[in-house]
């Protein structure tokens, strides 16, 4: 069974950064993909980035030049930098990994950002 484990989220103040950790039970080459997903408070969970085997990445719009995902494949573990934080970024971050055409999902880890 493919577990995902995210640590890492905490209470910030606004403009400060963070960084998330999401560690996996297999080797994250294991998955064609990776990602990080937030789901805010009454809202649909939506993309934030992820990143392909080929390491090629991919990030929405309201997050680009903020934040950086990447990957140690020798921790197994993938990685959300997450710069200049905005009380909009408040949300509950999960792990994403797919393989063929089964996904693997993380439990969350809870980003709170305040003024």
């Known amino acids: 069974q493919v577990q995902l484990v995210e640590s890492g989220g905490a209470s910030v103040q606004a403009g400060e950064s963070l960084t998330l950790s999401c560690t996996s039970s297999?080797?994250?080459?294991?998955?064609?993909?990776m990602g990080w997903y937030r789901q805010a408070p009454g809202k649909q969970r939506e993309m934030v980035a992820t990143?392909?085997?080929?390491?090629?990445?991919n990030y929405a719009d309201d997050v680009w030049g903020r934040f950086t995902i990447s990957r140690d494949g020798g921790q197994n573990t993938l990685y959300l930098q997450m710069n200049s934080l905005k009380s909009e970024d408040t949300a509950v971050y999960s792990c994403?990994?797919?393989?063929?055409?089964?996904?693997?999902w993380g439990q969350g880890t809870q980003v709170t950002v305040s003024y």
């Open positions: 994403n990994g797919g393989v063929l055409r089964r996904e693997y």
């Open positions: 297999e080797n994250i080459f294991f998955f064609n993909s």
């Open positions: 990143i392909n085997l080929a390491g090629v990445t």
